[in-house]
């Protein structure tokens, strides 16, 4: 019961304002974590700097711009007080009207591989977890088919440089890819970030883009849960359903220790687990 609670989202009794919460283990002294939104600035019920839309930052194509545009970002997270960064937005813009275009860096798999990769590296220089979202090709289809040769030359090298930029945490898409859910696409999650690339991360879902408390088993470790939205899933799966799953033999605990295990490896890397985490800043700058 108390793995279970670990692996998906809960209620902040702060009420600070951000995305996401994961309660931690007080009886093991396992503290929690916040999750706020970037990508353009921190997302919560304080006043924070106010950042241009990084679809701004790419025009400039400049790599030392996106690495500050992270410094201040990571800078504010902490003083507010958050954990971790739901940024940089790194998909490729591809459909114009898409509503998240603007917290995007472009339609150019370089300039999103170079400018996210640094601002990863400015959000951590603050010892705050970057979170880089959204894999994979989250560009305004609920569902897409992506040939071998495009993903990886097109979709897949801006999270690849965000990888071996140190990004803390992935967050799963909404959208399908090649027939599975994002979230629950082993191939994806398991066989080229971890296998590929050697991720050593933990993998988030976007809120309520489980479908299946199989995910955990493909490659998914923390499950934010999110209401019924066009056709999204519920949630949370990672509760009753993946306990219900564990008992019946479907999903080894092992599966659920392997998820605890990469998040808690991510906190003792930020010094959240030894008590001495990087100092928090007495004030920002708006």
């Known amino acids: 019961e108390e793995k279970i609670s670990l692996v998906h989202g809960a209620r902040d009794p702060k009420e600070l304002g951000q995305a996401g919460y994961w309660p931690g283990l007080p009886r093991l002294g396992i503290p929690p974590l916040r999750l706020a939104d970037g990508p353009a600035g921190i997302n919560v019920n304080r006043d924070a700097t106010g950042m241009p839309a990084p679809v701004g930052l790419a025009a400039t194509f400049n790599v030392e711009a996106a690495r500050l545009f992270g410094v201040v970002m990571g800078r504010n997270a902490k003083a507010l007080p958050q954990d971790s960064l739901l940024a940089p937005h790194i998909n490729i813009v591809r459909d114009p009207l898409f509503r998240r275009n603007h917290t995007a860096f472009s339609e150019d798999p370089l300039l999103n591989a170079q400018l996210g990769a640094a601002e990863v590296v400015g959000i951590e220089s603050q010892g705050i977890m970057a979170q880089v979202k959204h894999l994979a090709g989250y560009n305004g289809s609920d569902s897409v088919i992506i040939d071998e040769r495009t993903l990886h030359e097109i979709y897949l090298p801006p999270f690849e440089a965000a990888v071996k930029a140190g990004a803390a945490s992935v967050m799963c898409a909404y959208n399908r890819i090649n027939g599975p859910w994002a979230c629950e696409n082993s191939d994806l999650q398991n066989g080229v970030l971890r296998g ?68 808690l490896r991510q906190m003792d890397r930020f010094h959240l687990l030894d008590g001495k985490p990087a100092a928090r800043p007495a004030s920002i700058d708006k």
Not at 242 to 261: N, R
């Open 196 to 263: 590929r690339w050697g991720f050593t991360g933990f993998v988030t879902s976007d809120w309520g883009a489980v479908h299946s408390p199989l995910a955990i088993a493909n490659g998914a470790d923390l499950e934010m849960p999110g209401r019924e939205i066009a056709g999204r899933a519920g949630g949370p799966y990672f509760a009753d359903a993946l306990k219900a799953a564990v008992e019946s033999g479907a999903i080894p605990v092992s599966a659920i220790d392997q998820a605890l295990t990469r998040i």
